[in-house]
């Protein structure tokens, strides 16, 4: 959901006219959530900066809110970073290209790693991060971390094109409209195989499922990611 940009922020040097709104505080994992070790180790051995992503309306506002107050990880809205002249023309229906979207992949990378320097024990942050080479982008946040425990892993949700445009059409006040879709689908290219299985930090989940199921798929496979960390720590 897009918030206020008024609200005072730091701003990275390198992305002066940026709008950088505050992220929300981490949030203890809700009294119901199933009791599990992999919560432990996640903030045991690693700081995960955990990246929703999929095409607009595939569920990943939905699903980094559930992840984030799970496992007490700091929630970073990415639609809240664009500056305005994306949002605009987004609301225009004319899609982004390469260059509206470089300085806001990067101001997400720098806004995770700033969460994780500032005591978060991890990080959950919704980008739609449609190519290879945004997930490249948000990849560097190893080499830029202090910590040297730090570790990027995506959770994309898949949906199909009927999907994506009966949840756009149903969502109320987002600039994002269902015309939209179908240029967010040509843009898309999913996780290949070597970022699945060379690179390994890449989950996929199938999100036709009710807000329940998926946050049950998402929840087993992020703690599969955090258990696999864990043993190799
Ligand atoms: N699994 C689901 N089943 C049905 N509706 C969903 C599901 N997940 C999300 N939604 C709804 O679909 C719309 C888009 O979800 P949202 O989380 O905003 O997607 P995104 O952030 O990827 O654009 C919202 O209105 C949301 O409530
Ligand atoms: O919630 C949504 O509907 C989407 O996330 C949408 O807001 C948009 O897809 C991204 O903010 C960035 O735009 P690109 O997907 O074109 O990079």
Same mark, same amino acid.
């Given at each position: 959901?897009? *918030?206020?940009? $008024?609200?005072? #922020?730091?701003?990275?040097?390198?992305?002066?006219?940026?709008?950088?709104?505050?992220?929300?505080?981490?949030?203890?994992?809700?009294?119901?959530?199933?009791?599990?070790?992999?919560?432990?180790?996640?903030? %045991? &051995? #690693? #700081? #995960?900066?955990?990246?929703?992503?999929?095409?607009?309306?595939?569920?990943?506002?939905?699903?980094?809110?559930?992840?984030? $107050?799970?496992?007490?990880?700091?929630?970073?809205?990415?639609?809240?970073?664009?500056?305005?002249?994306?949002?605009?023309?987004?609301?225009?229906?004319?899609?982004? @290209? @390469?260059?509206?979207?470089?300085?806001?992949?990067?101001?997400?990378?720098?806004?995770?790693?700033?969460?994780?320097?500032?005591? %978060?024990?991890?990080?959950?942050?919704?980008?739609?991060?449609?190519?290879?080479?945004?997930?490249?982008?948000?990849?560097?946040?190893?080499?830029?971390?202090?910590?040297?425990?730090?570790?990027?892993?995506?959770?994309?949700?898949?949906?199909?094109?009927?999907?994506?445009?009966?949840?756009?059409? %149903?969502?109320?006040?987002?600039?994002?409209?269902?015309?939209?879709?179908?240029?967010?689908?040509?843009?898309? $290219? $999913?996780?290949?195989?070597?970022?699945?299985?060379?690179?390994?930090?890449? *989950?996929?989940? @199938?999100?036709?499922?009710?807000?329940?199921?998926? *946050?049950?798929?998402?929840?087993? %496979?992020? &703690?599969?990611?955090?258990?696999? &960390?864990?043993?190799?720590?």
């Amino acid at each position: 959901m897009l *918030q206020s940009f $008024e609200q005072a #922020h730091s701003t990275p040097p390198h992305y002066a006219a940026a709008p950088t709104p505050p992220m929300s505080k981490p949030t203890s994992p809700s009294a119901n959530a199933i009791a599990n070790p992999a919560l432990d180790m996640s903030t %045991a &051995d #690693h #700081h #995960h900066i955990l990246i929703v992503t999929g095409p607009a309306g595939c569920g990943k506002s939905t699903v980094a809110k559930f992840l984030a $107050e799970r496992y007490g990880f700091t929630y970073i809205e990415g639609d809240d970073f664009h500056p305005q002249a994306n949002i605009e023309k987004m609301a225009a229906n004319i899609p982004l @290209d @390469d260059a509206d979207r470089w300085d806001w992949l990067i101001l997400l990378r720098d806004q995770a790693l700033d969460s994780l320097k500032q005591g %978060a024990k991890g990080v959950v942050v919704t980008c739609s991060a449609l190519k290879k080479k945004y997930r490249d982008v948000i990849r560097t946040a190893r080499l830029y971390d202090e910590d040297p425990n730090a570790a990027v892993q995506f959770v994309y949700l898949r949906a199909s094109k009927e999907t994506l445009l009966a949840r756009v059409g %149903a969502r109320q006040g987002h600039y994002m409209k269902d015309a939209m879709v179908t240029s967010q689908l040509a843009a898309l $290219e $999913e996780p290949d195989k070597d970022e699945i299985e060379k690179l390994k930090d890449v *989950q996929i989940i @199938d999100v036709k499922g009710s807000q329940l199921e998926v *946050q049950k798929l998402a929840q087993t %496979a992020v &703690d599969s990611v955090f258990q696999r &960390d864990g043993a190799q720590a």
